[in-house]
């Protein structure tokens, strides 16, 4: 069987996320759609697509279809409308055709800025079932995963595309000139805002690029579940409010209702806005506009939307209200289904028209959801054997490695050969994102009864604790974190210890995982680890002679910086209580990892192991015949991690073997010489996983 790569099951899933696209119009409902819709990528007018748009497009709304429309009226309301910013051209076009004709029967001429984005279809389409995994830890693995593949930079990107949209040279900039050179001329038309989601985000550029364009104002903005950061709505929207901004009101749901809300069917358990906090903003729990806590809990904002009764200078409007007045009233109980409720475009229409409007009727069809969600079930199948081999030797010059991709390769020959499907990723497809998410595709798809294995062959570093979590009281020492070096670490993309117990926190109960690590780590000495640094140098000039080299890098600036931007400051969850993985390592904390003659040290003596151990012998037993191949060469020795049954455990075997026994004697306990965590208690299981945590310098980015 040869190993699978990632680069197949990227190409896989971007193949599925092309033909799903589509916004399935027909080409006479495309044509009547035309004239209200500017369609931007990167915060210019889009050429591709079912819509393109350019300047004589939107020349042409300005001087030939909105004077038209508004020939037989007098002072013809604009709406100008921004859903979010994740989803498909194709969804934008399909929620601008479901409210066009409806707007227009009201008397208003809607402007629809469509965005051409599709990461929540990409995202949600990729993501595996998570089986086994359940409610708020279900929707942790999913929020991992959303950042490990790129939410944050794609809702950054998205972000900056908003905001180059309405500078100078972008796409709205140029109808924001128009609308006030039309305006100019047509004194009696109101222009109105809406924005859904992340068109929050766009009006927070282009309203105030619009007054600066000699709009002389906006009647209304109203905000429809805004996933806009507090701060940012406070510098560039809340000064317009009572100036440039005539009036303003937010939809949005009530804090249990957006608990209650579901994201891609099944697949996460709150709403949107939950997730974009979670995932998508660079600091963890940034405050969210449209979420009903971040506004009760900023003095700032409570005072704004009167939320004590106090004089407010906007209004807010909590979905589920569905009496009081007819501008009040929202009944919406999800965060895409607001531009589908009626109740709550009734409402933005009366304050738009200043009348009854038209009944709404446009509700979205069970054949266009918000994204496409996940299979809600899977074929029963039998226990699987999964692992991920990853190596790296294509490091910068003067760090490269010579042994590490050969053995992925041997480490995935092994296993092979007792039954693992192997997944390699090997030089420049191990890149951060890629190693989380093979990890996660580990855990995600397992289940009681399955046997995983994680082996990683590089380069180890260290980089300064920014959490807090290594800190111990009474001891003011400067921390530290271990970590693992892929790809692409120089950017700042390392895989660090704290972050590895919150996926395999994930790990269904009765799931088998053990990792195989050779690299330099330091496990429970984390302030030992700039001292380690003289270690591996002098040991590394010792051992050229010998044509060994040392699986360690000593950080430079450079990493350590773009690794702190990265990071921000994390929040400190504290230590996990109760590890349930095992990890061989290839020396220890005060040791050097070395690759000798095209192999690592480690993995020449413990891959050749994994076949006649498998299925027959204990991780104790295990260990104890990898320690007797350094016998003769003790610069390196290594040792185990895990909890304290693991040693006694079948070598590679499902939980619910039974342990090997020899002559119908009782299973084999922990070897004595085998070094293992040993944990008694709550305090010591606590410290077990910690130390664990910090032995594997693994896998998570937040």
């Known amino acids: 069987m040869e190993p699978r790569t990632m680069e197949s099951t990227t190409a896989e899933s971007a193949a599925s996320v092309a033909a799903a696209r589509g916004s399935g119009l027909s080409a006479e409902q495309l044509a009547l759609l035309k004239p209200h819709v500017v369609n931007l990528s990167r915060g210019m007018f889009s050429s591709g697509g079912e819509i393109s748009t350019t300047a004589a497009d939107v020349d042409a709304i300005f001087e030939?279809?909105?004077?038209?429309?508004?020939?037989?009226?007098?002072?013809?309301?604009?709406?100008?409308?921004?859903?979010?910013?994740?989803?498909?051209?194709?969804?934008?076009?399909?929620?601008?055709?479901?409210?066009?004709?409806?707007w227009t029967a009201n008397g208003v001429y809607p402007i629809?800025?469509?965005?051409?984005?599709?990461?929540?279809?990409?995202?949600?389409?990729?993501?595996?079932?998570?089986?086994?995994?359940?409610?708020?830890?279900?929707?942790?693995?999913?929020?991992?995963?959303?950042?490990?593949?790129?939410?944050?930079?794609?809702?950054?990107?998205?972000?900056?595309?908003?905001?180059?949209?309405?500078?100078?040279?972008?796409?709205?900039?140029?109808?924001?000139?128009?609308?006030?050179k039309y305006v100019a001329a047509n004194p009696k038309t109101t222009v109105h805002a809406v924005g859904h989601s992340a068109g929050s985000i766009f009006h927070s550029y282009f309203v105030p690029a619009a007054l600066r364009a000699g709009l002389p104002e906006f009647t209304s903005l109203n905000l429809l579940a805004p996933a806009v950061r507090t701060d940012t709505f406070k510098a560039r929207l809340v000064p317009e409010v009572g100036k440039g901004i005539k009036s303003l009101a937010m939809f949005t749901m009530k804090q249990q209702t957006e608990l209650d809300d579901t994201v891609?069917?099944?697949?996460?358990?709150?709403?949107?806005?939950?997730?974009?906090?979670?995932?998508?903003?660079?600091?963890?729990?940034?405050?969210?506009?449209?979420?009903?806590?971040?506004?009760?809990?900023?003095?700032?904002?409570?005072?704004?939307?009167?939320?004590?009764?106090?004089k407010a200078k906007a209004e807010v409007i909590w979905s589920v209200t569905g009496s009081g007045p007819e501008t009040h009233r929202s009944t919406a109980t999800s965060h895409g289904g607001f531009d589908d409720d009626a109740a709550t475009m009734e409402s933005v229409a009366r304050r738009v028209t200043g009348k009854k409007p038209k009944p709404f009727g446009a509700a979205r069809t069970l054949d266009e959801p918000l994204v496409n969600a996940a299979p809600t079930a899977e074929l029963a199948r039998g226990n699987a054997r999964r692992a991920l081999c990853i190596g790296i030797n294509a490091y910068p010059p003067g760090s490269e490695l010579f042994g590490c991709v050969a053995d992925a390769q041997a480490w995935g020959s092994q296993l092979e050969s007792v039954g693992f499907e192997v997944t390699t990723l090997l030089d420049a497809q191990a890149t951060r994102v890629n190693i989380l998410q093979g990890i996660f595709d580990l855990v995600s798809h397992s289940a009681a009864g399955d046997v995983l294995v994680v082996q990683y062959a590089g380069h180890g570093t260290y980089v300064d604790d920014l959490d807090g979590d290594e800190k111990e009281e009474g001891n003011a020492q400067k921390l530290h974190d271990e970590a693992l070096c892929p790809v692409d670490f120089q950017d700042g993309n390392l895989i660090i210890d704290d972050d590895l117990g919150e996926i395999f926190d994930l790990l269904p109960e009765g799931v088998n995982l053990t990792a195989f690590f050779d690299s330099c780590h330091s496990g429970d000495g984390t302030r030992l680890l700039p001292s380690l640094s003289l270690t591996v140098a002098d040991g590394a000039e010792r051992a050229a002679d010998h044509g060994r080299r040392a699986r360690f890098l000593v950080p430079d600036e450079?990493?350590?910086?773009?690794?702190?931007?990265r990071r921000?400051?994390?929040?400190?969850?504290?230590?996990?209580?109760?590890?349930?993985?095992?990890?061989?390592?290839?020396?220890?904390?005060?040791?050097?990892?070395?690759?000798?003659?095209?192999?690592?040290?480690?993995?020449?003596?413990?891959?050749?192991?994994?076949?006649?151990?498998?299925?027959?012998?204990?991780?104790?037993?295990?260990?104890?015949?990898?320690?007797?191949?350094f016998s003769h060469q003790p610069r390196q020795n290594p040792y185990s991690y895990g909890p304290a049954a693991a040693s006694a455990r079948t070598f590679l075997?499902?939980?619910?073997?039974?342990?090997?026994?020899?002559?119908?004697?009782?299973?084999?306990?922990?070897?004595?010489?085998?070094?293992?965590?040993?944990?008694?208690?709550a305090a010591a299981r606590a410290r077990a996983a910690a130390s664990f945590l910090r032995a594997t310098a693994d896998f998570i980015d937040r």
């Open 568 to 629: 921000g400051t994390p929040v400190n969850g504290g230590p996990r209580a109760n590890a349930r993985e095992l990890l061989f390592s290839a020396c220890r904390p005060d040791e050097v990892a070395y690759e000798t003659g095209g192999h690592g040290d480690f993995t020449v003596a413990a891959s050749l192991l994994v076949a006649p151990s498998a299925l027959k012998v204990t991780n104790g037993d295990f260990l104890t015949k990898v320690l007797e191949s």
């Open 264 to 310: 891609g069917g099944v697949l996460y358990g709150k709403s949107l806005l939950y997730l974009v906090r979670a995932s998508f903003e660079k600091e963890e729990f940034t405050p969210i506009l449209g979420l009903q806590e971040c506004v009760n809990t900023d003095p700032e904002l409570r005072k704004f939307f009167g939320v004590e009764g106090d």
């Open 64 to 102: 030939q279809h909105l004077p038209a429309f508004a020939a037989a009226r007098t002072g013809v309301p604009i709406v100008i409308y921004a859903h979010g910013g994740l989803v498909s051209e194709s969804s934008g076009l399909r929620s601008a055709h479901r409210q066009r004709e409806w």
């Open 558 to 565: 450079t990493t350590t910086a773009n690794f702190r931007l």
């Open 112 to 180: 629809f800025f469509v965005w051409e984005t599709g990461f929540l279809d990409a995202l949600f389409g990729a993501l595996p079932g998570a089986r086994g995994v359940v409610g708020d830890l279900k929707d942790r693995a999913v929020e991992l995963t959303a950042r490990a593949a790129g939410g944050e930079r794609i809702w950054g990107e998205m972000k900056r595309f908003a905001e180059v949209a309405s500078a100078a040279g972008g796409g709205a900039l140029y109808v924001a000139q128009a609308l006030g």
């Open 653 to 681: 075997a499902p939980l619910t073997a039974p342990a090997p026994t020899l002559d119908g004697q009782r299973p084999v306990e922990a070897a004595t010489s085998a070094p293992t965590v040993a944990a008694e208690d």
